[in-house]
């Protein structure tokens, strides 16, 4: 009778034991990871700038019907200001014009016809937006930001892919935060580049 007794109190206590265990796991489980609170600050900020932006101005020109500036929405894409604006001509070359890239206050969007060379328009509108031969960061095409020192293929889209999903550079130091560019890789390309 005796080691029934005993029996009985430790299955008691290793009722209580595993009972604990799987308490102390459930509640670590539902502990809520904050997230940094540099990230937490950036997002913040990117939202209030969207609040605060309900719309912006582009200039469109170059083989569109209907060239002009236009107020469209800061979500717009490239796209969607080349349909507004009338479409291409028949002359257009599309293949030179990044279709999917956002577009953001006081942008040039330069269709070129087809044969011409863009680098002749760099000065003024894709890669510089008149800013010493420096290329901005912002509107530059892959082929473009090939020209920056150690920036090669891979390199220059995911700057592209970056900028698409996460909007505009605001300086030159957000290029940190793509992937395959460290400080050294910024170091190199700083004095050749703009943000605009």
């Not at 799987?22 to 950036?42: D, K, S």
């Not at 997002?43 to 107020?71: C, H, L, N, P």
């Not at 505009?168 to 580049?193: M, R, T």
């Amino acid at each position: 009778m005796k080691w029934i007794k005993t029996y009985e109190r430790w299955i008691y206590i290793g009722a209580l034991v595993v009972g604990a265990i799987i308490w102390v796991t459930q509640r670590e489980e539902t502990t809520i990871q904050p997230l940094p609170l540099e990230q937490n600050e950036q997002q913040v900020e990117q939202a209030e700038k969207q609040e605060e932006q309900t719309s912006v101005f582009v200039d469109v020109k170059g083989a569109v019907k209907r060239a002009g500036v236009y107020e469209v929405a800061p979500t717009s894409r490239i796209r969607d200001v080349i349909e507004i604006a009338g479409g291409l001509t028949e002359e257009a070359d599309e293949t030179k014009v990044n279709l999917a890239m956002k577009v953001r206050d006081e942008m040039v969007i330069y269709v070129p016809k087809k044969g011409e060379e863009i680098s002749e328009l760099a000065d003024t509108h894709t890669t510089t937006d008149g800013s010493n031969g420096k290329v901005n960061i912002n509107t530059a095409t892959a082929e473009q930001l090939q020209t920056l020192q150690g920036i090669g293929p891979a390199k220059a889209a995911a700057i592209i892919a970056y900028r698409e999903e996460h909007g505009p550079f605001q300086k030159a130091e957000d290029l940190l935060n793509v992937s395959g560019i460290g400080q050294k890789s910024l170091e190199k390309i700083k004095e050749q580049i703009v943000v605009r």
